[in-house]
């Protein structure tokens, strides 16, 4: 596993350990996380990408929404994944 | 509202038409350009799915397009039992008419977030998931599989 991925997550898990009412209140946007913790949120992908980009360099932040974790991701599974 | 119809998998599975670009800023040398001079782009089949959370393209398009992983999200699959971390990519997203002619209908209105998974062998090369449908209505029990936004 690469140093990046294990960067991401490092910030991936800053999500689910948030505070429930944080979480409710960001639910849906998208946070900018760098070193473990939300460094900002937006409302798009768009504008968080956008903004990450303009205040670190690539490889040193995760955007991600705001969601319940983990992800289902339905019919790939349930068919026949992983072959 | 635009509507988009599209056609079914073995008669069971909603699929629409989209396009799938890497139309997100990229460096060029130290500056950020949005500019479509190194945009890829290809048009596949999307299995509309309301069982999935999240939306999801083939492993070999996200290679195509160049995507750079954006973070990295953990993923329940239920029928093994297991939870595994899964790198996640944003990629632009349209939407195809596929009865008028492979016109653009709908431009999704933000950078989709996406998680890559092999597809391979699949009809379908992406998963379009509640993440996108919540926006939308969806009727697929007649007809056509229809999706309004």
């Known amino acids: 596993m690469s140093n990046l991925d294990l960067e991401h997550r490092k910030n991936s898990r800053a999500i689910s350990e948030l505070p429930k009412g944080e979480f409710e209140t960001h639910r849906g946007e998208f946070a900018v996380l760098v070193a473990g913790s939300v460094s900002s949120y937006h409302k798009t992908n768009r504008e968080a990408i956008l903004?990450?980009?303009?205040?670190?360099?690539?490889?040193?932040f995760s955007v991600q929404r705001i969601e319940p974790q983990p992800?289902?991701?339905?019919?790939?599974?349930?068919?026949?994944?992983?072959? | 509202m635009p509507?988009?119809?599209?056609?079914?998998?073995?008669?069971?599975q909603p699929l629409v038409k989209v396009r799938l670009?890497?139309?997100?800023?990229?460096?060029?040398?130290?500056?950020?350009?949005?500019?479509?001079a190194a945009e890829i782009a290809c048009d596949v089949w999307a299995l509309v799915d309301t069982g999935a959370t999240h939306s999801v393209i083939d492993r070999q398009i996200q290679v195509e397009?160049?995507?750079?992983?954006?973070?990295s999200k953990p993923v329940l699959f239920p029928n093994m039992g297991t939870i595994e971390f899964h790198p996640t990519y944003t990629c632009g997203l349209h939407f195809f008419d596929h009865y008028s002619d492979g016109a653009k209908v709908h431009e999704?209105?933000?950078?989709?977030?996406?998680?890559?998974?092999?597809?391979?062998?699949?009809?379908f090369k992406a998963v379009i998931g509640m993440?996108?449908?919540?926006a939308a209505k969806l009727s697929v029990d007649q007809g056509l599989p229809i999706i309004e936004f």
């Open chain 2, 65 to 71: 397009l160049m995507l750079l992983q954006q973070g």
């Open chain 2, 3 to 12: 509507i988009i119809r599209g056609k079914y998998y073995e008669r069971r």
């Open chain 2, 108 to 123: 999704w209105k933000d950078w989709l977030e996406v998680l890559s998974f092999d597809l391979t062998e699949r009809t």
């Open chain 2, 131 to 134: 993440d996108v449908l919540q």
């Open chain 2, 21 to 36: 670009s890497n139309a997100i800023p990229h460096y060029v040398g130290e500056e950020l350009s949005i500019g479509p």
């Open chain 1, 51 to 60: 903004a990450a980009r303009s205040n670190y360099v690539l490889g040193q």
């Open chain 1, 71 to 83: 992800v289902d991701v339905g019919f790939i599974d349930r068919a026949d994944y992983p072959r």
